[in-house]
């Protein structure tokens, strides 16, 4: 399902009603609270009757699930949304997923590699780039470091860190 993004993982029943509490994987969980339909990895549309958020949880009810036990089979599950419903970023913000295969290239042209994904540490994201011999860079995503990131032109500008 190529034209999906999972936003979510059901991590556990919530209530004796069917209902599921699904942990965010998405800077932006109050889109939840907009949604009409999840998907699951095997394309199955769960319709989305209500969401709340909890404890940094978002509590669910979904049409197809009524009791504990049905709310149970999809623990552990990814939802997905289709990409076409992701929320606009903000100016200068990017989804991961555009900028899969970019190309990284230092202030002077050369190409260093394409870029893989990127690593949340909490203060600062942490860009992974993998070298033509399938070697791993890590650069933090500093103004410093990460000069432009152009996906019409399709090529993310760095500047290797220093490491002492």
């Known amino acids: 399902m190529d034209n999906t993004t999972v936003i979510g993982k059901i991590v556990a029943p919530h209530g004796v009603?069917?209902?599921?509490?699904?942990?965010?994987?998405?800077?932006?969980?109050?889109?939840?609270?907009?949604?009409?339909?999840l998907l699951l990895k095997?394309?199955?549309?769960?319709?989305?009757?209500?969401?709340?958020?909890?404890?940094?949880?978002?509590l669910a009810t979904i049409a197809e699930s009524t009791n504990m036990?049905?709310?149970?089979k999809l623990r552990g599950q990814e939802v997905s949304i289709y990409?076409?419903?992701?929320?606009?970023?903000?100016?200068?913000?990017?989804?991961v997923r555009d900028l899969v295969g970019l190309p990284a290239v230092l202030e002077d042209g050369t190409e260093i590699g394409k870029?893989?994904?990127?690593?949340?540490?909490?203060?600062?994201?942490?860009?992974?780039i993998v070298d033509p011999e399938g070697k791993e860079i890590?650069?933090?995503?500093?103004?410093?470091?990460?000069?432009?990131?152009?996906?019409?032109?399709?090529?993310?500008?760095?500047c290797l860190p220093e490491w002492d």
């Open 42 to 58: 095997d394309g199955t549309k769960l319709t989305l009757k209500s969401a709340r958020m909890h404890k940094r949880m978002i």
């Open 83 to 95: 990409t076409k419903d992701l929320p606009p970023l903000p100016e200068g913000r990017f989804y």
């Open 138 to 158: 890590l650069i933090p995503c500093t103004e410093e470091n990460v000069k432009e990131i152009n996906v019409v032109e399709k090529r993310i500008v760095v």
């Open 17 to 37: 009603r069917g209902d599921i509490r699904i942990m965010a994987l998405t800077e932006t969980p109050e889109q939840f609270l907009k949604l009409k339909y």
């Open 115 to 128: 870029f893989k994904d990127t690593l949340q540490t909490g203060s600062k994201d942490v860009f992974i």
């Open 69 to 72: 036990d049905e709310a149970e």
